[in-house]
């Protein structure tokens, strides 16, 4: 086997040419490095974003769900109203059907909760900005829907009533108010939720989930048509 010996450098220039290729090739190797690394970041990011667009769509449309039924939720209270005048002049009006109350869908943030710090930063900060504002507006009205949802759970006690104690009353009107004003704070919200969506470009939409409709007894009267 023959073994070539390195050429000695003749000159400077030769010795400098030779560090240019040297030099060259680092920067190469560099480059490349650095363009596969991008090209991770970008392909990360690119599935991260898809996610979460997909999860607060998805969220967009349960927050939309309960909005579309604020109509009822501002009858039936209209309704409980004239319930409590009725029992508080000693004349309680009985109820056709159970009180009911709102559908509501839990919104989902697996997605969100995952994200990585590293991945974050690879994302322009006024996008970071936007998700963050969208999710902790969600996350807002989510904390509003829950404790509507105890709110008519607890009015559930009066389904049947036909008489009602001082604490009865003073406990229907507690709850018809913690009522009427979640309504007007969710509602309220919704603009706000769908400027911040639109900012995104993204839309409510539940994909292939499948979503069982409002109870539609909950729409229907629940006094006599002349109390109500």
């Not at 060259?24 to 490349?32: E, K, P, R, S």
Request: with cysteine; net charge negative; hydrophobic share 40%.
């Amino acid at each position: 086997m023959d073994i070539h010996k390195p050429k000695p450098t003749h000159n400077w220039r030769e010795f400098i040419s030779e560090i240019g290729v040297v030099v060259i090739g680092v920067l190469i190797a560099l480059a490349g490095e650095q363009l596969v690394n991008s090209l991770h970041w970008r392909t990360e990011v690119y599935e991260f974003r898809d996610a979460a667009d997909k999860e607060l769509a998805s969220d967009l449309a349960a927050f939309e769900f309960r909005v579309k039924q604020a109509p009822c939720v501002s009858r039936r209270i209209a309704e409980l109203e004239s319930l409590l005048t009725s029992a508080r002049a000693g004349t309680p009006v009985p109820l056709l059907e159970d009180i009911g109350r709102p559908a509501n869908i839990t919104l989902r943030t697996s997605v969100w909760d995952t994200r990585a710090g590293e991945l974050m930063s690879h994302i322009p900060i006024e996008k970071r900005l936007a998700y963050s504002s969208l999710y902790d507006e969600l996350a807002n009205n989510d904390r509003q829907i829950v404790e509507e949802r105890d709110v008519w759970k607890s009015l559930s006690q009066f389904n049947g009533a036909s008489a009602f104690s001082s604490d009865n009353l003073m406990r229907l009107s507690e709850l018809i108010y913690r009522a009427k004003t979640i309504n007007k704070i969710v509602t309220s919200n919704s603009r706000e939720v769908s400027n911040l969506a639109s900012a995104l470009g993204i839309r409510p939409d539940f994909g292939e989930r499948y979503i069982a409709p409002p109870d539609p007894h909950f729409c229907s009267p629940l006094l006599p048509a002349r109390a109500s």
